[in-house]
């Protein structure tokens, strides 16, 4: 028997969504190479990204608050970031 019911989604679209990159420590070009990912995307201002070193300054996090209209950009985003030089992990 074969079912079709669609799992529902957890995100309801349009929202604010905020990916969260780790790469690595003291490196201003893995920021704007995040900027330039999302912003194929969608477009995004430095203003909508916040930066924090880790405590031993070997990693970074680069928050990155963005509006999402749909599941596509959601992924396309995902998708664009994971081609980052140096990423070691996206939330």
Same mark, same amino acid.
């Given at each position: 028997?074969? *079912? *079709? ?17 780790f ?12 900027? !330039?990912? +999302?912003? !194929?995307v969608?477009?995004? !201002?430095?203003?909508?990204? /916040?930066?924090?070193?880790?405590? &031993? &300054?070997? %990693?970074?996090?680069?928050? +990155? ?5 749909? #599941? /596509?950009? $959601?992924?396309?985003? %995902?998708? #664009? $970031? /994971?081609? +980052?030089?140096?990423?070691? %992990?996206?939330?």
């Open positions: 028997m074969s *079912s *079709s019911r669609q799992t529902p989604e957890l995100i309801e679209f349009p929202c604010h969504f905020e990916y969260k990159v790469g690595p420590g003291n490196d201003a070009s893995f920021i704007d190479s995040v900027q !330039s990912a +999302v912003s !194929s969608v477009l995004v !201002s430095r203003d909508a990204m /916040r930066q924090r070193n880790s405590s &031993g &300054g070997k %990693y970074q996090c680069v928050s +990155v608050l963005v509006s999402l209209q749909n #599941r /596509r950009q $959601l992924d396309k985003i %995902y998708a #664009r $970031l /994971r081609l +980052v030089d140096g990423l070691k %992990y996206i939330l």
